[in-house]
């Protein structure tokens, strides 16, 4: 079994330097743009725990659509389907978004995402075209219909585990709530006093999330491996 770590957009690997899980591989957001993390989980023998933060996070549900069978777990933190407000969704405007883009820029994320003191900076200062992508995404993704189309067809069977912070604004906190509708089975966790930089704010909870999803696979009868389509 394999554990995937999919980035948040504009952030770097020291995003994850306090959690102790083992990670077989960390997909930047360039990479998962790329297509990088798909390819993985094409090649994946085993089932793979996928760990998303942010837009990560976003990517792991967009791999548990298109190979359920694959997923020995989901650990969704600070997650979200769609990340633009629309009717009926609390999501965030564009103004709140292009804010996003120039706050990142002229700080490198430090402070402006809520980074706890004494922590390392989970974000990287990336070149302009790369940040123009994965605003891209940010903006047009929605994986809504993918989700219920998932759920009604039952082939995701393994733990979910939903992290979300009470006062995030970036993704908000009726987004946990949605996912627990359409994950069944979902553990969702509220983080309080803390905002998006969640990898850096609660690692041992995230690591705790991981070894129930490995724990839970190991567990399982005895399987026929996953072949790789």
Not at 175 to 198: F, K, R, W
Request: net charge neutral; aromatic share 8%.
């Amino acid at each position: 079994m394999k554990t995937f770590v999919l980035n948040g957009w504009a952030a770097s690997e020291r995003a994850w330097d306090l959690c102790r899980f083992r990670r077989d591989r960390v997909f930047s957001y360039v990479e998962q743009l790329d297509g990088l993390s798909e390819r993985a989980m094409e090649s994946c023998r085993d089932g793979a725990v996928l760990v998303g933060w942010s837009m990560g996070g976003s990517r792991a549900l967009r791999l548990a659509i298109e190979f359920p069978e694959k997923v020995a777990g989901l650990v969704l933190v600070a997650a979200t389907p769609r990340m633009m407000r629309a009717q009926g969704w609390a999501g965030m405007s564009e103004r709140r978004l292009q804010a996003l883009e120039a706050g990142l820029r002229m700080t490198h994320g430090e402070g402006f995402f809520g980074v706890p003191d004494g922590r390392p900076n989970p974000y990287m200062m990336d070149d302009d075209a790369s940040l123009g992508r994965g605003i891209e995404y940010l903006r047009d993704t929605d994986l809504r219909a993918g989700l219920s189309a998932l759920k009604a067809g039952g082939r995701l069977n393994c733990p979910v585990f939903v992290f979300q912070s009470e006062r995030d604004g970036i993704v908000r906190r009726e987004n946990a709530a949605y996912l627990a509708s359409v994950l069944p089975g979902a553990v969702v966790e509220m983080v309080y006093g803390s905002e998006h930089a969640l990898p850096v704010s609660i690692p041992e909870r995230i690591d705790k999330a991981v070894e129930r999803c490995a724990a839970n696979w190991a567990a399982l009868p005895a399987r026929l491996p996953v072949i790789a389509r």
